[in-house]
T-cell receptor, first 115, second 113 residues
Framework: DGGITQSPKYLFRKEGQNVTLSCEQN?????MYWYRQDPGQGLRLIYY???????QKGDIAEGYSVSREKKESFPLTVTSAQKNPTAFYLC??????????????FGDGTRLSIL | AQSVAQPEDQVNVAEGNPLTVKCTYS??????LFWYVQYPNRGLQFLLK??????LVKGSYGFEAEFNKSQTSFHLKKPSALVSDSALYFC???????????FGTGTKLQVIP
């Protein structure tokens, strides 16, 4: 079955540590997105990418970094500069070739906590 | 700029009764509108979307949504609620020609047996 795989499901970060969240899709989608979900705040966009080797900052990019070396993969690094990283992180993808009205497909998330 | 508001943090409805989850939006031009559902510790699942045309959109699991341009609303409805419909529901808006989607803060639907 095609879909989006996020790993790990749970992740713990120590003070001063960078951690990387994995996101892989086999849907052949062009665009990929990273969102942060906090209770009562909905989803906030961190970064997105429409094509390999290119990505744009979202609304809350500070303290995060991404790469898009392959169409299938869009890893997110939470750096030590992100002072409040505890959240549920969601990766999503969408087709661009069929127009701008296509829905996003989501992975099942990674829950990041501070030790 | 684009924004979406879900005025109710929680909606409670008895099983078998009709349900409505409210959404209003603000966007320049004609919008694309979406509803998603999220179960605990899972990602969002797409329910339905409005692109153009008929103001009543039918989606998955018996859900439908009514687009009202004059009231800039896109309320989610279902004629008869099931306990299994209990989840978190998100409305989302997208300006045509713009890649970013803006999500609402979510409404928790509780269907009471």
């Amino acid at each position: 079955d095609g879909g989006i795989t996020q790993s790990p499901k749970y992740l713990f970060r120590k003070e001063g540590q960078n951690v990387t969240l994995s996101c892989e899709q086999n849907l052949n989608h062009d665009a990929m997105y990273w969102y942060r979900q906090d209770p009562g705040q909905g989803l906030r966009l961190i970064y997105y990418s429409q094509i390999v080797n290119d990505f744009q900052k979202g609304d809350i990019a500070e303290g995060y970094s991404v790469s898009r070396e392959k169409k299938e993969s869009f890893p997110l690094t939470v750096t030590s500069a992100q002072k409040n990283p505890t959240a549920f992180y969601l990766c999503a993808s969408s087709i661009l070739s069929q127009g701008a009205n296509q829905p996003q497909h989501f992975g099942d998330g990674t829950r990041l906590s501070i030790l | 700029a684009q924004s979406v508001a879900q005025p109710e943090d929680q909606v409670n409805v008895a099983e078998g009764n009709p349900l409505t989850v409210k959404c209003t939006y603000s966007v320049s031009g004609n919008p694309y509108l979406f509803w998603y559902v999220q179960y605990p510790n899972r990602g969002l699942q797409f329910l339905l979307k409005y692109i153009t045309g008929d103001n009543l959109v039918k989606g998955s699991y018996g859900f439908e949504a009514e687009f009202n341009k004059s009231q800039t609303s896109f309320h989610l409805k279902k004629p008869s609620a099931l306990v299994s419909d209990s989840a978190l529901y998100f409305c989302a808006v997208k300006n045509r020609g713009y890649q970013k989607v803006t999500f609402g803060t979510g409404t928790k639907l509780q269907v009471i047996p």
